[in-house]
């Protein structure tokens, strides 16, 4: 059976102002690109059963500040340790060629000429305030721009950031993560 890598992003209920440990942020929504089937799709915190083997059954997990966002804030909710996920985060990428970290909404725009729909205090408000159908929408879209980037990054070799003197490429190499299949010593730790 073929694997695919999962694009995936998420929001939660608090912020590290409330609390410092990501574990305790709590997930509203959560919203993944699966190559394997060309389809966005966004789960609710009730629905993050569904989500388990998608991740499991994925060539990689890959993010923007994934990593140390994402997967430990997942880790709350995932019956197995989300470090077994074979997993690619692209702004390591990017601090690995360049040494800093670039936000999301500077490298799409540099390299898409996109920007995000919104800001994480504001998927968090959309969350307090019952406003599901635009938490879900901004989340899907987040993916949606990572997907893009990462597109691009594999059909140029490269993207881009912006600084004083303009724009700046970043040499990279991602075709690996479109066709190797992970890491097939993942142990699945829901029945199938």
């Known amino acids: 059976?073929?694997?695919?890598?999962?694009?995936?992003?998420l929001e939660t209920k608090h912020t590290f102002?409330?609390?410092?440990?990501p574990q305790k942020l709590g997930i509203s929504v959560v919203a993944v690109y699966n190559y394997?089937?060309?389809?966005?799709?966004?789960?609710?915190e009730q629905e993050l059963n569904n989500l388990f083997p998608l991740l499991e059954n994925a060539s990689y997990i890959i993010g923007y500040n994934s990593r140390t966002f994402d997967l430990p804030v997942l880790q709350a909710y995932y019956p197995g340790k989300v470090d077994s996920l074979s997993q690619f985060?692209?702004?390591?990428?990017?601090r690995e060629?360049?040494?800093?970290?670039?936000?999301?909404?500077?490298?799409?725009?540099?390299?898409?000429?996109?920007?995000?729909?919104?800001?994480?205090?504001?998927?968090?408000?959309y969350y307090k305030e019952g406003k599901w159908e635009e938490l879900k929408k901004y989340c899907l879209d987040d993916v949606m721009v990572t997907k893009k980037l990462f597109d691009y990054g594999i059909e140029n070799k490269e993207i881009f950031y912006m600084n004083e003197m303009g724009k700046v490429s970043i040499p990279v190499d991602?075709?690996?993560y479109m066709e190797d299949s992970g890491n097939d010593q993942t142990e699945l730790t829901l029945p199938f």
């Open 1 to 9: 059976m073929s694997k695919f890598p999962l694009i995936l992003d």
């Open 17 to 21: 102002r409330e609390f410092d440990d």
């Open 36 to 44: 394997a089937d060309d389809q966005g799709q966004v789960f609710t």
């Open 89 to 94: 985060d692209i702004l390591d990428s990017i």
């Open 97 to 125: 060629k360049i040494g800093r970290r670039i936000g999301l909404n500077d490298v799409a725009f540099a390299t898409l000429n996109e920007k995000k729909t919104g800001h994480g205090l504001m998927a968090i408000d």
């Open 174 to 176: 991602w075709q690996k």
